[in-house]
């Protein structure tokens, strides 16, 4: 994933650890991907505020907060499952193999080489050390096939994983989707899952008109906006997608189920998701079936 939008991320998540009442969500290794300018004013309660309503349009740091409880929840679940791969699919600067015990599970982390190198990097000047289950390899969505860059490192189709595809799937172009759900599909064994989010189409269409959806549409509209997004689904339309590919849907969180997250969360720096972005979480079921 491009690094401006991991710093954003890690920036929304630094933030918000110091605002949650309980573990779950709480990224308390997130501030040492940030500037040290910028993690002086994180420590102070008014700059901080000031911090989370800037940073995006209105209700994006939520989002990301929300996201981050969901997904810190998914990967629990797996481990306490014994799921026994999980892999994190434009990881970026996620730090859940470092945060949580994960047992005996394996984690595979595959993100661009730069990104990687930088995070390995700042981890080691923090003196924290790479868990013996956690292997990393780089990739490009747009160019190199899942399942090799997967399997190179010992990741194990014939065995069941959590993927989780984090902040990824805006920035991709359509045909990069369908080739990495194709990879997934044909790597996830029975019992599978996938958590991975999704921009809405009314939004990059320039036609939507919830919370924080204009502001978001006004960011796009600029030619000089750092990032571009390419893929997008209507609500109604993301289950039967993907369900296409093999995949029985868990849950789909759309705007309540997410500002919801937040309040069982007891999240105190907001408490509104933005409305241009949901999550799925689904499984593969035990007889699967894809087009």
């Not at 996201?67 to 970026?92: K, N, S, Y």
């Not at 919830?210 to 006004?218: D, I, P, S």
Request: glycine fraction near 6%; hydrophobic fraction near 40%.
């Amino acid at each position: 994933m491009p690094l401006q939008t991991a710093g954003f991320t890690c920036l929304c998540r630094a933030c918000a650890a110091k605002g949650i009442a309980h573990g779950i969500g709480v990224d308390h290794l997130a501030h040492l991907f940030l500037p040290k300018i910028t993690r002086g004013f994180i420590n102070v309660p008014f700059l901080r505020r000031l911090v989370w309503n800037r940073v995006g349009p209105p209700g994006s740091a939520d989002f990301v907060t929300a996201r981050t409880i969901v997904i810190d929840q998914a990967f629990m679940e797996a481990v306490d499952d014994r799921l026994p791969q999980i892999a994190l699919l434009g990881a970026g600067y996620d730090t859940r193999a470092f945060r949580f015990k994960t047992g005996a599970t394996k984690i595979y982390e595959l993100d661009l080489a730069k990104t990687q190198l930088r995070k390995r990097r700042l981890m080691e000047h923090a003196g924290i050390e790479v868990p013996e289950n956690l292997k990393f390899t780089s990739i490009d969505f747009t160019r190199d096939p899942l399942k090799e860059k997967l399997e190179e490192i010992g990741f194990d189709c014939d065995r069941p994983a959590l993927f989780i595809w984090e902040g990824v799937t805006p920035y991709l172009p359509p045909e990069a989707i369908e080739s990495s759900l194709k990879s997934i599909a044909s790597c996830a064994a029975p019992g599978s899952r996938l958590v991975f989010d999704y921009m809405h189409t009314d939004v990059l269409e320039g036609r939507a008109r919830g919370f924080g959806a204009r502001e978001m549409m006004k960011r796009l509209s600029h030619s000089d906006s750092p990032v571009t997004f390419h893929f997008s689904l209507e609500p109604e339309a993301a289950e039967p997608f993907i369900e296409r590919h093999g995949f029985r849907v868990l849950k789909h969180f759309g705007e309540a189920e997410l500002n919801e997250v937040l309040r069982l969360a007891s999240v105190t720096m907001g408490d509104r998701v933005s409305v241009w972005m949901n999550i799925l979480l689904a499984e593969v079921p035990e007889t699967k079936t894809t087009d």
